[in-house]
T-cell receptor, first 114, second 114 residues
């Protein structure tokens, strides 16, 4: 069965400092992995996705993530946090056959301090 | 182009009542998914349509929940005899239906059962 674990429910960083949001996955198949962001009262927006091409994936708004099969991880990073990055972030795994339904982590709430 | 739309945005009902939630996917998307997001949790899969048929309904919690997509476009999620535990945000997503492609999410319907 597929699953994702987001290791931190809350992360606080100062504006201008690096962001690291951690995600570990479990999958019996070759996974596709995604990061979505959810701003308050807004819909889920795709940040980036990994689908077995390059292991370092660049997304929108300066975010990137690296797929590490040996560590079963897909951590999200950004070199310099901006106030507008404050939101809930979800790591998602989907299997590459069948229904392609998403399995979400429990989310990490990112707080950016001025 | 237009994204995924969901109506109503908010629905308040009384315990025991019947509700319908509507989803308009992105035009041309054959895959349609419903998810449920409870407070403080990540979204959980309910049902997947490929075209008109429900290809995977394994996430529906019980037989009070039902969904249709009669013409392969608009979908309706139906909940009978609502219970307070059904209170959540119901999310709809659509995709091209080709492999583990990106799912595009609507803004959700917030259902409150009193």
């Amino acid at each position: 069965a597929q699953s994702v674990t987001q290791l931190d429910s809350h992360v606080s960083v100062s504006e201008g400092t690096p962001v690291l949001l951690r995600c570990n996955y479990s999958s019996s198949y070759s996974p596709s992995l995604f990061w979505y962001v959810q701003h308050p009262n807004k819909g889920l927006q795709l940040l980036l996705k990994y689908t077995s091409a390059a292991t370092l994936v660049k997304g929108i708004n300066g975010f990137e993530a690296e797929f590490k099969k040996s560590e079963t991880s897909f951590h999200l990073t950004k070199p310099s946090a901006h106030m507008s990055d404050a939101a809930e972030y979800f790591c998602v795994v989907t299997i590459t056959s069948g229904t392609y339904k998403y399995i979400f982590g429990t989310g990490t709430r990112l707080k950016v301090l001025a | 182009g237009a994204g995924v739309s969901q109506t109503p945005s908010n629905k308040v009902t009384e315990k025991g009542k019947y509700v319908e939630l509507r989803c308009d996917p992105i035009s041309g998307h054959t895959a349609l998914y419903w998810y449920r997001q409870s407070l403080g949790q990540g979204p959980e899969f309910l049902i997947y349509f490929q075209g008109t048929g429900a290809a995977d309904d394994s996430g529906l919690p019980n037989d009070r929940f039902f969904a249709v997509r009669p013409e392969g476009s608009v979908s309706t999620l139906k909940i009978q005899r609502t219970e307070r535990g059904d209170s959540a945000v119901y999310l709809c997503a659509s995709g091209s239906g080709t492999g583990a492609d990106t799912q595009y999410f609507g803004p959700g319907t917030r259902l409150t059962v009193l």
